[in-house]
Nanobody
């Protein structure tokens, strides 16, 4: 059973930065990709950023140039560095991991950007 535990959310002023962490139980080499999604009440969960096992990444247009996804294989952890935060980035952020056969989600961490 895969467990994903997010941390690093909180309250930040517009223009500020936060770094989210997602720690996986066991090696992250088994995942086809790991990524971050976000959701606000009443809207669908949307992809923010994703990193594939080979290192390729993709980002939502709304966060390109502001957010960076990275990983530390030794710590089995994926990060999302968020900079130049805007009020519209306010959401619950979820870590996601895929192994081709199954897809896993963390419990989510709240990010609130005050304007």
């Amino acid at each position: 059973q895969v467990q994903l535990v997010e941390s690093g959310g909180g309250l930040v002023q517009a223009g500020g930065s936060l770094r989210l962490s997602c720690a996986a139980s066991g090696s992250i080499f088994r995942f086809n990709y790991m990524g971050w999604y976000r959701q606000v009440p009443g809207k669908q969960r949307e992809l923010v950023a994703r990193m594939f096992s080979g290192g390729a990444t993709n980002y939502a247009d709304s966060v390109k140039g502001r957010f960076t996804i990275s990983r530390d294989n030794a710590k089995n952890t994926v990060y999302l560095q968020m900079s130049s935060l805007k009020s519209e980035d306010t959401a619950v952020y979820f870590c996601n991991a895929d192994t081709f056969r199954a897809n896993y989600w963390g419990q989510g961490t709240q990010v609130t950007v005050s304007s």
